[in-house]
């Protein structure tokens, strides 16, 4: 952990309010980006984000420094939004709606390369909807899993230290998602594979 980072950590459990403010300007577009990936929505991701950092401040106590604070945080947000998610579910009782590894990250950055070619937006929405519903329909606890690896680039030991599972458990998960992800895009990745 950076020097100033156990600053202000010290500071924060001193109840310096202003070492608080640091934390979330630092960290709050990453918490926001997470908290939305996992929720899919603006409102939701901006309850989490608060109730991550009311949460911070009120546990700041029992961060241990043998950790980074970052995947401390990490972790908070992935409960935060976890609950929120399982609370929505629970209310609404319905269901999330509904190739190979290489395919699948085939498919997310061609998403992500269509966003500077105007002709190609209609295609990339459609993508985009497809592998989100993909995504959205496996149970939280894989879903998870693939966001944090596929979408934020996490290593599998962050993983399971954020997720508090062992590293084969993130694996499990992972290849688990994988496999239910191809066969929920191998309809429409070979039906895009037709198109000229």
């Given at each position: 952990?950076?020097?100033?980072?156990?600053?202000?950590?010290?500071?924060?459990?001193?109840g310096d309010m202003t070492a608080l403010a640091v934390i979330v300007e630092k960290h709050k577009?990453?918490?926001?980006?997470?908290?939305?990936?996992?929720?899919?929505?603006?409102?939701?991701?901006?309850?989490?984000?608060?109730?991550?950092?009311?949460?911070?401040?009120?546990?700041?106590?029992?961060?241990?420094?043998?950790?980074?604070?970052?995947?401390?945080?990490?972790?908070?947000?992935?409960?935060?939004?976890?609950?929120?998610?399982?609370?929505?579910?629970?209310?609404?009782?319905?269901?999330?709606?509904?190739?190979?590894?290489?395919?699948?990250?085939?498919?997310?950055?061609?998403?992500?390369?269509?966003?500077?070619?105007?002709?190609?937006?209609?295609?990339?929405?459609?993508?985009?909807?497809?592998?989100?519903?993909?995504?959205?329909?496996?149970?939280?606890?894989?879903?998870?899993?693939?966001?944090?690896?596929?979408?934020?680039?996490?290593?599998?030991?962050?993983?399971?230290?954020?997720?508090?599972?062992?590293?084969?458990?993130?694996?499990?998960?992972?290849?688990?998602?994988?496999?239910?992800?191809?066969?929920?895009?191998?309809?429409?990745?070979?039906?895009?594979?037709?198109?000229?």
């Amino acid at each position: 952990m950076e020097r100033t980072e156990c600053l202000l950590i010290e500071d924060l459990r001193a109840g310096d309010m202003t070492a608080l403010a640091v934390i979330v300007e630092k960290h709050k577009r990453h918490v926001y980006r997470l908290a939305f990936q996992i929720t899919k929505n603006h409102e939701d991701a901006n309850d989490v984000m608060q109730d991550t950092f009311l949460k911070v401040y009120e546990s700041i106590h029992s961060f241990r420094k043998e950790s980074a604070f970052e995947t401390w945080l990490y972790r908070i947000v992935v409960n935060q939004a976890i609950n929120l998610v399982k609370r929505r579910e629970r209310r609404r009782e319905a269901p999330l709606s509904g190739t190979t590894e290489t395919q699948i990250r085939s498919e997310l950055k061609r998403a992500s390369n269509f966003r500077n070619n105007p002709h190609l937006s209609v295609e990339r929405k459609e993508l985009q909807r497809h592998v989100t519903q993909a995504v959205n329909s496996l149970p939280i606890k894989h879903r998870m899993v693939v966001i944090l690896h596929e979408f934020e680039g996490l290593t599998h030991p962050k993983i399971a230290s954020i997720l508090n599972c062992s590293e084969g458990t993130v694996r499990s998960r992972l290849h688990y998602a994988r496999k239910k992800l191809r066969e929920r895009l191998k309809s429409y990745v070979e039906l895009t594979n037709l198109s000229p």
